[in-house]
């Protein structure tokens, strides 16, 4: 069974850090596209970050030279280093799987980041 476990969000002041990790069971990690989402209050979720097995990375421009994904395929962990953080990221945070094979892409119950000002 599919499991994605997110930790590490929380409250942070507007110009700080938080490191996300994303464990990872019962998927073929080491050839899966790993991704995070994030969905705020009556907004429509939104991706943050990809890393392809090949570790090629894509980022929005909201986030780039901010955020950067990285992936620990012998750890099954995928992670998401945010810094200059502003109030804008302030959300829930999800953690994907997509197998690049094809099938279901799975998610994970996410964790909420919230940046004051």
């Known amino acids: 069974q599919a499991r994605l476990v997110e930790s590490g969000g929380g409250l942070v002041q507007a110009g700080g850090s938080l490191r996300l990790s994303c464990v990872a069971s019962?998927?073929?990690?080491?050839?899966?596209?790993m991704g995070w989402y994030r969905q705020a209050p009556g907004e429509r979720r939104e991706l943050v970050a990809t890393?392809?097995?090949?570790?090629?990375?894509n980022y929005p421009d909201s986030v780039k030279g901010r955020f950067t994904i990285s992936r620990d395929n012998a750890e099954n962990t995928v992670y998401l280093q945010m810094n200059s953080l502003i109030p804008g990221d302030t959300a829930v945070y999800y953690c994907?799987?997509?197998?690049?094979?094809?099938?279901?892409?799975?998610w994970g119950q996410g964790t909420q980041v919230t940046v004051s000002s």
């Open positions: 994907s799987a997509k197998n690049e094979l094809g099938g279901l892409t799975y």
């Open positions: 019962g998927i073929a990690f080491s050839i899966s596209t």
């Open positions: 890393i392809t097995t090949t570790r090629t990375t």
